[in-house]
Nanobody, 115 residues
């Protein structure tokens, strides 16, 4: 059974930082492109960042220069370091594991940026 468990969300002031983690189990982690997506109230889920098994990152324009995605294949964990957070970053953040044939989601973790 595949599980993706996110952690690290919370309330932070504008300009602050958070680090999200996603621990995977039940899959061959190194075979998957790992990603972070987010969904704000009333909006569609959107891509934040992805990282290939070879650690090639890809970012949404809205987070470039502020967020960093990384992965530890030995720990089966993907991270999202979020700096210079803005109120518009407020959303539920979801971890994703995908191949051409398979796609899995975590349960999400809330990130709220507010003073």
């Amino acid at each position: 059974q595949v599980q993706l468990v996110e952690s690290g969300g919370g309330l932070v002031q504008p300009g602050g930082s958070l680090r999200l983690s996603c621990a995977a189990s039940g899959l061959i982690f190194s075979m998957y492109i790992m990603g972070w997506y987010r969904q704000a109230p009333g909006k569609q889920r959107e891509l934040v960042a992805t990282i290939t098994s070879g650690r090639m990152p890809n970012y949404a324009d809205s987070v470039k220069g502020r967020f960093t995605i990384s992965r530890d294949n030995a720990k089966k964990t993907v991270y999202l370091q979020m700096n210079s957070l803005k109120p518009e970053d407020t959303a539920v953040y979801y971890c994703n594991a995908g191949t051409k044939a398979l796609n899995y989601w975590g349960q999400g973790t809330q990130v709220t940026v507010s003073s």
